[in-house]
């Protein structure tokens, strides 16, 4: 079965330090999408980055960088120079195809809560 | 405009109530989400519309009931619900349901109370 998995429940770090977050993934599809959404305070998720498993560059955006690894499954999310807005949480997730129904659905993680202490 | 609105952004209702939670988008997208969150938990699929038809339901009570009007709202009407129902409830969209790679596009939610 599918799963993603973040083993970080909570992670707290003082502004200015690098954190990564950590994503491990199961799937039997060779054709994948990877995920990574924010959910401030606020509620609404925010769509961060798109990864397909075909595609094994890092990718770097401002503060931000992901390292996709095939070889371990993972799908990992660094924040360079946090800041207090950077206080969320962050779920990695999966794209399930459901064949019965011809559409796709995401699969989560737990999530992992991210504070940023002033 | 990447934005998907929805209303009301809180809700108190009694067991016994009907109500009905809104969601709007105007990207152009055909698919439509509904989600339910629990607190300090993912977000839980309950249904899927794909080009303003029903695609995936999952299992969900029939206390809660989707309505997708056209391409742009999406509706969900409540009954009869129990406080077991309380959470944070999610729309979502993306371009469409049928593509791996699209990502969805969440609005605020609706925080949910069950008395």
């Known amino acids: 079965a599918q799963k993603v998995t973040q083993a970080q429940t909570e992670i707290s770090v003082v502004e200015k330090e690098d954190v990564t977050l950590d994503c491990v993934y199961e799937t039997r599809d060779t054709t994948y999408y990877l995920f990574w959404y924010k959910q401030p305070p606020s509620g609404e998720l925010v769509f961060l980055i798109r990864r397909n498993s075909f595609d094994e560059q890092n990718e770097i955006s401002g503060r931000y960088s992901w390292n996709f690894q095939k070889s371990t499954s993972s799908f990992n999310f660094t924040i360079t120079a946090s800041q207090v807005v950077d206080s969320a949480v962050y779920f990695c997730a999966l794209s399930e195809w459901i064949g019965t129904s011809g559409t796709y659905k995401y699969i989560f993680g737990t999530g992992t809560r991210l504070k940023v202490l002033a | 405009d990447t934005e998907v609105t929805q209303t009301p952004k809180h809700l108190v209702m009694g067991m016994t109530n009907k109500k009905s939670l809104k969601c709007e988008q105007h990207?152009?997208?055909?698919?439509m989400y509904w989600y339910k969150q629990k607190a300090k938990k993912p977000p839980e699929l309950m249904f899927v519309y794909s080009y303003e038809k029903l695609s995936i339901n999952e299992s969900v009570p029939s206390r809660f009931s989707p309505e997708c009007p056209n391409s742009s709202l999406l509706n969900l009407h409540l009954h009869a619900l129990q406080p077991e129902d309380s959470a944070l409830y999610l729309c979502?969209?993306?371009?469409?349901?049928?593509?791996?790679?699209?990502?969805?596009?969440f609005g605020p939610g609706t925080r949910l109370t069950v008395t």
């Open positions: 979502a969209s993306s371009q469409g349901a049928q593509g791996l790679s699209y990502e969805q596009y």
């Open positions: 990207m152009g997208h055909r698919a």
